[in-house]
């Protein structure tokens, strides 16, 4: 069984900063390329933060120079610091872990929540 357990979710205040982490377990986690996302109320889904399976990262344009996703393969574990958050990334953050081959598979966290409020 497939799960994504992530954590570090909470209150910060503007400015402050956050590490998530999600512990993968029931897939081979470095054949994997590791997200995460994030939804706010009443918004669609959106990438925060990309990991390859090579570790080859990209980042949303909104987060760049601010969040640094890593992934640690020996853990199956991938991170998400984030760092000078503003209120409006207020959100539900999702691991995300995904192959293309040889067939297309999916799989998500039940989220963490982070708020960023004074």
């Known amino acids: 069984q497939v799960q994504l357990v992530e954590s570090g979710g909470g209150l910060v205040q503007p400015g402050g900063s956050l590490r998530l982490s999600c512990a993968a377990s029931?897939?081979?986690?470095?054949?994997?390329?590791m997200g995460w996302y994030r939804q706010a109320p009443g918004q669609q889904r959106e990438l925060v933060a990309g990991?390859?399976?090579?570790?080859?990262?990209n980042y949303a344009d909104s987060t760049k120079g601010r969040f640094s996703i890593s992934r640690d393969n020996a853990k199956n574990t991938v991170y998400l610091q984030m760092n000078n958050l503003e209120t409006e990334e207020k959100a539900v953050y999702y691991c995300?872990?995904?192959?293309?081959?040889?067939?297309?598979?999916?799989?998500w966290g039940p989220g963490t929540p982070v708020t960023v409020s004074s």
């Open positions: 990991s390859s399976r090579g570790g080859t990262r």
């Open positions: 995300n872990a995904q192959k293309q081959w040889p067939t297309v598979e999916t799989y």
């Open positions: 029931g897939i081979n986690f470095v054949l994997y390329a």
